[in-house]
Nanobody, 125 residues
Framework: QVQLVESGGGSVQAGGSLRLSCEVSGLTWSSYCMGWFRQAPGKEREGVATIDSDSRTSYADSVKGRFTISQDNDKNTLYLQMNSLKPEDTAMYYC???????????????????WGQGTQVTVSS
């Protein structure tokens, strides 16, 4: 069974940086998608960044150039480096994983992804 445990959230002022981590266990697919989604109060969940088993990445337009997703396969850990944070980045951030059967990872994760418990990111102006 896939288990995802996020850490690294916190409070930061606008312009600051945070790095989120996600420890992953139980991932047995040779082809997979992993990524970060977020949900702010009163808003729908949205995809932030994804990476697949071939290390191909994709980003939401709102975070391109500011966020970087990466994975350390030796440590079974997924990361999200967030720079130049804005108040609108405030949300609960969730680590996700799914089988990658083709198509966009954002769609695979949204439809069939496993979730972690989330970590809160708060950016003040």
């Amino acid at each position: 069974q896939v288990q995802l445990v996020e850490s690294g959230g916190g409070s930061v002022q606008a312009g600051g940086s945070l790095r989120l981590s996600c420890e992953v266990s139980g991932l047995t697919w040779s082809s997979y998608c992993m990524g970060w989604f977020r949900q702010a109060p009163g808003k729908e969940r949205e995809g932030v960044a994804t990476i697949d088993s071939d290390s191909r990445t994709s980003y939401a337009d709102s975070v391109k150039g500011r966020f970087t997703i990466s994975q350390d396969n030796d440590k079974n850990t997924l990361y999200l480096q967030m720079n130049s944070l804005k108040p609108e980045d405030t949300a609960m951030y969730y680590c996700m994983a799914s089988f990658h059967g083709g198509g966009l990872c954002f769609n695979s994760l949204a439809r069939t992804g496993y979730w972690g418990q989330g970590t809160q990111v708060t950016v003040s102006s």
